[in-house]
C-alpha cells in the first residue's frame, strides 16, 4: 500500500465534499496480492461434484505428491489424465479436516493413483496407500514380459 501524500488527500477531500484525512492506494504488489488470492479462491467451501466427479480429499503430503507427478508431465511417458492439472490447480484447502478437496473423474482419479505409485517407488508408499483405501482406486503395472518358468542354471564353473 502506498500513503496518499496531503496534497492528494486534499483532491480527494474536496471530491467528496468532506475531509478525507487518510487514503491509500494499492502497490504495484497489492495488486498482485489480489490477483492471486483471486486466482487461488482459499476458503473452507466444498466444491459440487458435477456428473461423472467424486469429491476427493487429499492430505497436504498427496498433494504434493501429486503435483510433484504434473510437473513431470513434458518427461512422463505415460502423462497425466485430461483436467487433472486444472482440477489440482482449482482445488480448495479445508483447514479444519487439513484437507485439500478436489472434483475427479474416475480416469483423473487412476491418473491421480499412477502419480501415487511413482511417488510410492521413488519415496513413500504412504499416500499411495492411504488413496487407494480411502477411494478403493490403485495402480498396480502389467508385467510385460514372461516370467522364466525354471530356475536359471548356475554358472559353470562355481
Not at 86 to 96: C, G, I, P, T
Not at 113 to 125: C, K, M
Amino acid at each position: 500500500m502506498e500513503w496518499a501524500d496531503r496534497e492528494t488527500r486534499a483532491e480527494l477531500s474536496a471530491l467528496r465534499g468532506r475531509p478525507v484525512r487518510q487514503a491509500v492506494r494499492l502497490s504495484a504488489h497489492g495488486r498482485d496480492v489480489l490477483a492471486y488470492a483471486g486466482r487461488r479462491r482459499p476458503g473452507s467451501g466444498t466444491p459440487e461434484p458435477g456428473p461423472g466427479q467424486r469429491l476427493v480429499e487429499l492430505r497436504p503430503s498427496q498433494m504434493s505428491a501429486l503435483r510433484t507427478y504434473l510437473r513431470l508431465t513434458g518427461g512422463l511417458h505415460r502423462r497425466p489424465a485430461e483436467g487433472l492439472a486444472e482440477q489440482v490447480d482449482a482445488a480448495v484447502f479445508h483447514r479444519a479436516g487439513n484437507r485439500w478437496r478436489l472434483l475427479l473423474t474416475q480416469r483423473q482419479m487412476e491418473s491421480a493413483a499412477y502419480g501415487f505409485w511413482l511417488h510410492r517407488v521413488a519415496a513413500s508408499a504412504t499416500e499411495a496407500n492411504d488413496f487407494g483405501r480411502e477411494y478403493d482406486v490403485t495402480y498396480r503395472p502389467a508385467h510385460g514380459g514372461r516370467a522364466p518358468t525354471a530356475p536359471l542354471p548356475a554358472a559353470a564353473g562355481r
